[in-house]
């Protein structure tokens, strides 16, 4: 069965480093997210992502954040300058149609640990 | 405004019994999914239920959905220890991006 993979499964960096989290989305799927979850808190979502463009962002993702599908098949999260606060599950889910519409499909995630 | 509101924050019962997840939303939605959440595997749709369906099951998922009250309720049925695992509820926006909005959750504990 297809699945959203996600890498690293962890990632430690200091503050004030980029750090950028890696994901593989459902083949054929066409939108793409980024969410993630503080722990103890609800997922929250940060950035959805079609036909090569961003189509909405929350307010968290502010100019420390950007998304990129470098190429067919990866879409990524870099946060530019990690803060403290930045320190979440990460997850990265895919849509074959508009996210609405139907279920997405999470990846496992990527612990952020920023010291 | 808060989406997805789920109740009880945490369920304890033993194996073989049913258990019960309550969730609110307040905006109007075309569908609204459950998830659930285990620290190896991430999220985990469980299913999805439209806005004109009233119920729907999944094996031993059962899905209710009142969309005058602005509610859903998650039933499984005969639950088993692995069931263990917190539980939301998630409503799509109606934009193109159609995020999903979560709830805090319900953590079910279900002992052998």
């Known amino acids: 069965e297809p699945e959203v993979t996600q890498t690293p499964s962890h990632q430690v960096t200091q503050m004030g480093q980029e750090v950028i989290l890696r994901c593989v989305p459902i083949?054929?799927?066409?939108?793409f997210y980024w969410y993630r979850q503080i722990l103890g808190q609800k997922v929250e979502f940060l950035v959805s992502f079609y036909n090569n463009e961003i189509s909405e962002k929350s307010e968290i993702f502010d100019d420390q954040f950007s998304v990129e599908r470098p190429d067919g098949s990866n879409f990524t999260l870099k946060i530019r300058s990690t803060k403290l606060e930045d320190s979440a599950m990460y997850f990265c889910?895919?849509?074959?149609?508009?996210?609405?519409?139907?279920?997405?499909?999470f990846g496992p995630g990527t612990r952020l640990t920023v010291l | 405004s808060q989406q997805g509101e789920e109740d009880p924050q945490a369920l304890s019962i033993q194996e073989g019994e049913n258990a019960t997840m309550n969730c609110s939303y307040k905006?109007?939605?075309?569908?609204l999914q459950w998830y659930r959440q285990n620290s190896g595997r991430g999220l985990v749709h469980l299913i999805l239920?439209?806005?004109?369906?009233r119920e729907k099951h999944s094996g031993r998922l059962r899905v209710t959905l009142d969309t005058s009250k602005k509610s859903s309720s998650l039933l499984i049925t005969a639950s088993r220890a692995a069931d263990t695992d917190s539980y939301f509820c998630?409503?799509?926006?109606?934009?193109?991006?159609?995020?999903?909005?979560f709830g805090q959750g319900t953590e079910l504990s279900v002992k052998p």
């Open positions: 998630a409503t799509p926006t109606y934009n193109q991006g159609g995020k999903l909005i």
């Open positions: 889910a895919s849509s074959g149609v508009a996210g609405g519409s139907n279920e997405q499909f």
């Open positions: 905006t109007s939605i075309n569908n």
């Open positions: 083949s054929n799927h066409l939108y």
């Open positions: 239920i439209r806005s004109n369906e």
